[in-house]
């Protein structure tokens, strides 16, 4: 008797590996630079420091971008002095915060917060990243009497106003010096805002 066996069967391996995805992130960055001059003109402090975009800050910047157009009007952006010690958090707005506003200074000759105005973007660079800027043209605020000043806030979106010490509107960004600078009535302080995203 003979016995037949056989075997076969076809085997195929297909792998497939892709990481198609594009990064999309971003990041944005802000930094005040400040600088403190006495009344005859000599500098005596400057500094620059970056800042906390608090949670509300964030939302009303998609909002403005992303949501559909007529939900947001720009108003301000002011910018003011903080005048104690304090640590920001995320969760900050303007009328949860810890900090006070400093009250002893003028801008162009009226007890008012600075009006931050934006420049047009620019953008640099494409590899790795992508880069783009704006600033606010410089805000120069005349001390009418002796303080401290620990640091800067700007606020803006609906109910912002330029008075001094409201609480209205939305708290965009807040920051404060490494140390506690000192002023004296006729010092002037110029802050200069500046955004950054990166890609």
């Given at each position: 008797?003979?016995?037949?066996?056989?075997?076969?069967?076809?085997?195929?391996?297909?792998?497939?590996?892709?990481n198609a995805s594009i990064p999309e992130g971003m990041g944005i960055e802000g930094y005040y630079q400040v600088e403190?001059?006495?009344?005859?003109?000599?500098?005596?402090?400057?500094?620059?420091?970056?800042?906390?975009?608090?949670?509300?800050?964030?939302?009303?910047?998609?909002?403005?971008?992303?949501?559909?157009?007529?939900?947001?009007?720009?108003?301000?952006?002011?910018?003011?002095?903080?005048?104690?010690?304090t640590t920001f958090a995320a969760a900050d707005t303007m009328s949860s915060k810890t900090w006070t506003e400093l009250?002893?200074?003028?801008?162009?000759?009226?007890?008012?917060?600075?009006?931050?105005?934006?420049?047009?973007?620019?953008?640099s660079g494409s590899t790795p990243s992508n880069v783009t800027t704006s600033t606010a043209t410089a805000i120069t605020?005349?001390?009418?009497?002796?303080?401290?000043?620990?640091?800067?806030?700007?606020?803006?979106?609906?109910?912002?106003?330029?008075?001094?010490?409201?609480?209205?509107?939305?708290?965009?960004?807040?920051?404060?010096?490494?140390?506690?600078?000192?002023?004296?009535?006729?010092?002037?302080?110029?802050?200069?805002?500046?955004?950054?995203?990166?890609?």
């Open positions: 008797m003979h016995k037949e066996q056989s075997g076969f069967g076809d085997n195929a391996v297909a792998t497939l590996q892709a403190c001059r006495d009344a005859q003109g000599n500098l005596k402090w400057d500094e620059a420091f970056p800042n906390l975009v608090v949670a509300v800050g964030k939302q009303l910047l998609l909002d403005t971008l992303l949501r559909t157009s007529g939900t947001y009007t720009t108003v301000g952006p002011f910018l003011g002095l903080i005048n104690n010690s009250t002893t200074y003028t801008v162009g000759g009226s007890g008012v917060r600075g009006t931050a105005v934006f420049g047009a973007a620019s953008s605020y005349t001390m009418t009497g002796s303080a401290t000043v620990y640091g800067c806030f700007l606020v803006t979106g609906t109910g912002a106003v330029s008075t001094i010490s409201s609480t209205a509107g939305t708290l965009y960004s807040e920051g404060n010096f490494s140390t506690a600078k000192t002023v004296t009535s006729g010092d002037t302080v110029t802050v200069t805002y500046s955004t950054t995203a990166t890609s």
